[in-house]
């Protein structure tokens, strides 16, 4: 199993950044690729921006030169920089790890972004 614990999430005005977190642990050597999603109520979760094991990523275009994914892999965990955040951007923000063992998700985190 893999287990997956974001963090970082927060209220923020409009054009500001926050950093999101996630920390993976347990079978970490079965994943394959990793990646943010969001979720805004009465709407499907939807992706963010993923990357590969060879480092690849890959942006929703509405996140493109905004947002940025990097990893740590001596501390297993995942970095989302959100930049230039706007009120779209708010909602519950969840870590996916994509493994040979299954696919898992992190709790979610909140992001709110005021106009």
């Known amino acids: 199993q893999v287990q997956l614990v974001e963090s970082g999430g927060g209220l923020v005005q409009a054009g500001g950044s926050l950093r999101l977190s996630c920390a993976a642990s347990g079978s970490i050597f079965s994943i394959v690729s990793m990646g943010w999603y969001r979720q805004v109520p009465g709407k499907q979760r939807e992706l963010v921006v993923g990357?590969?094991?060879?480092?690849?990523?890959y942006y929703t275009d509405t996140v493109k030169g905004r947002f940025t994914i990097s990893r740590d892999n001596a501390r297993n965990t995942v970095y989302l920089q959100m930049n230039t955040l706007e009120p779209e951007d708010t909602a519950v923000y969840y870590c996916?790890?994509?493994?040979?063992?299954?696919?898992?998700w992190g709790q979610g985190t909140q992001v709110t972004v005021s106009s």
């Open positions: 990357i590969t094991g060879g480092g690849s990523a």
């Open positions: 996916d790890a994509d493994s040979v063992i299954g696919n898992y």
